[in-house]
């Protein structure tokens, strides 16, 4: 047994590397790096099946304005970012490699920045160039992107009959939203705006559906073309019975809306009263 240890190990390998004349060396290092590169290619290939190991709904993302069918979308979207860059609000952002094959094309956080379409002429969809947002449409009420749902009624002050006093968010938030009351081109930070309501309507009162409506039946239509005046209602408050003789009202989503989430954003309760749902628009309903 102690001779067996005292022998010197074996180093057959870098013998045998040893042996190999300069051009079989070279072919070996060649091999390995090809044997590497195409490991890191599957490795990468593979990382477009992330989002299937997750849920159907963790995968979903509330796409720009005129986006098609999911599908279609991914497979015409180039990724380009143009619909990134004309964003007023800078509401667009570009998906990470968690998104898998979908890692790179646009999406929105509702509740971080919302549409809150404060381009008149959709300039995402002027700007995208294969058509991924669909260039059939030309006005906000035409988009579907998603569809609003009171998520967490017991949450929302209107319900409760609660005002509200302040600011929408904290001094930390950054969401903008264009007050065509403050300024009619340039969005401001919704932290910058304080309110004072006996019944809580702030979801009603930032609808960019609600505001056209309201202007169209005032007379003056956002940049003056009545095209731009949505047909149908997308939100409102309704009176909410209640026995104890306090007026609560509640909010109620008509087929209206188009899931720009602008209530979501500026909901002040956390987490938020009111979501989009990404799986469901207005056409469902």
Known sequence: MSEDKDKPKSNA??????????????????????????????GISLMGFVPVLQSHQSRMRLRPPGALGEHEFLAS????????????????????????????????????????????????VLACPTGSLTHEMSYPAQTRMGFARLDKPKLCL???????????????????????EIDRWNPIPVRDR?????????CVRHCPIEIRRQQCAEGNPPSGDPNQCPPLPAISLEPL?????????????????????????????????????IDKTADMV
């Open 77 to 124: 979207c180039i990724k380009c970012g143009q619909c990134v860059q004309v964003c007023p609000v800078e509401a667009i952002k570009l998906s990470d490699f968690l998104d898998g094959f979908g890692s790179g094309t646009p999406y929105l956080d509702a509740r971080t920045q919302a549409c809150d379409f404060s381009c008149d002429g959709l300039q995402c």
């Open 194 to 202: 304080d309110f004072d309501l006996e019944i809580c309507d702030l």
């Open 13 to 42: 390998g870098a013998v045998h590397k040893a042996a190999m004349n300069p051009r079989q060396q070279k072919a070996r290092r060649r091999f390995l790096r090809s044997v590497g590169l195409a490991v890191g290619m599957a």
């Open 158 to 180: 209107a319900r409760k009959g609660l005002g509200f006093e302040g600011k929408v968010r904290t001094p930390e938030f950054d969401g903008l939203f264009r007050y065509t």
């Open 241 to 277: 019975p209640s026995g104890d003789g306090k007026m609560r009202m509640t909010p109620v989503i008509h087929k209206g809306c188009v899931g720009c989430g602008a209530c979501e954003m500026v909901c002040p309760t956390e987490p938020a009263s009111i979501v989009i749902d």
